[in-house]
């Protein structure tokens, strides 16, 4: 009986270290009154290593505070006016180029790190009402994987008019679940029914059965994006919100949500390697790659063997004196591509 409690204590460890590992960030960008809580129950229930950041008090979290984190879960509640989610400071309107993520997120994002966006009115917050159609070259087409903002629940359906009874899990989701989602009212206003590219996976859509918005996208994922408008704040019960979180939280961990995998080949003329092949260390000079954010390398099994934060310099100098006898893939990060060529150890 002392070996079997001994094994189920060590099991228990080995789980609680698992989760410990994989840690979480909690967003709070939600300006009106306060609703996250129940977030913070599903968290805590989870029982991994979280923290919670409210924008109102503690300011727009940068990079150096989201690199500390697996996953972030920025929660923006029934808010849609000037959201800490969004940068548009630097230009008049929306449109190809002017919409983009604050810059930790940019960064954390190109990064790979994985983002859940939740709330009702954040695509609202920056076109107004529905309908809006996006193309290549749009920041949300491109980066968030929306073709069309069709609809809002309440404000644009019709026999329904007091908004989304539902929203009914996808035939495609193999992440969670809970379904259907419903909330603590009968219904949910400011839902949004969204189109999505081919390369998103829809997790929940509107429903039931012969409402009027039926079908229309409002959960998915792209690439380290999570993409959702069910205020899962307000979903009822909380054991609902506790398996969503836990669902989405696993699937992340697993790296379900990875980031796209397009890689360009970098040209010799863009990015300067001295000496290559290189013995204890070689400089590396980028100042024709623009916006480098983070340069990586890796061996030929795809482990990481060397990082470094590159942002804003022209040219670095890296040790390599850990590194073994080898041909090495150099990846430098962009806020909007991958980009790598080959480095050549030779002790």
Do not use: C
């Amino acid at each position: 009986m002392r070996k079997f409690l001994s094994f189920i204590f060590a099991m228990l460890f080995v789980a609680a270290a698992a989760n410990a590992q994989f840690s979480v960030l909690l967003v709070d960008d939600d300006q009106n009154t306060p609703e996250s809580d129940p977030i913070v129950t599903a968290l805590t229930n989870w029982a991994g290593t979280f923290d919670v950041n409210t924008t109102s008090s503690a300011g727009v979290p940068d990079y150096a505070e989201l690199s500390n984190y697996d996953m972030v879960i920025w929660y923006t509640g029934n808010d849609g006016i000037d959201l800490r989610l969004w940068d548009v400071s630097d230009t008049a309107g929306v449109g190809p180029g002017a919409v983009k993520f604050n810059p930790g997120l940019t960064e954390f994002v190109a990064n790979g790190g994985v983002l859940w966006i939740d709330g009702l009115d954040f695509i609202y917050d920056l076109y107004g009402g529905a309908p809006d159609d996006f193309a290549a070259g749009d920041f949300v087409y491109d980066k968030l994987g929306i073709t069309q903002y069709l609809a809002q629940s309440h404000a644009d359906d019709g026999t329904f008019s007091d908004g989304v009874q539902q929203m009914d899990k996808a035939t495609e989701n193999t992440i969670t679940t809970t379904d259907p989602i419903s909330w603590v009212w009968s219904t949910l206003w400011y839902a949004d029914g969204l189109a999505i590219v081919n390369d998103a996976t829809p997790l929940y859509n509107m429903g039931p059965a012969g409402y009027d918005l039926e079908g229309q996208v409002s959960a998915f994922y792209y690439n380290n994006l999570i993409i959702s408008s069910l205020r899962i704040a307000k979903i009822d019960p909380q054991t609902d919100i506790d398996q969503l979180v836990a669902d989405m939280i696993a699937a992340a961990e697993a790296g379900t949500f990875a980031a796209a995998s397009s890689v360009n080949e970098i040209s010799e003329a863009s990015l300067n390697i001295y000496p290559n092949p290189a013995a204890n260390s070689a400089v590396i000079n980028f100042s024709d790659i623009k916006n480098a954010l983070e340069l990586n390398v890796f061996d030929i099994t795809g482990k990481k063997v060397l990082s470094q934060n590159v942002k804003g310099q022209n040219q670095i100098t890296v040790n390599l004196s850990n590194l073994s006898t080898g041909l090495y893939n150099l990846i430098i990060n962009t806020d909007n591509s991958s980009l790598s060529t080959k480095l050549s150890v030779i002790k």
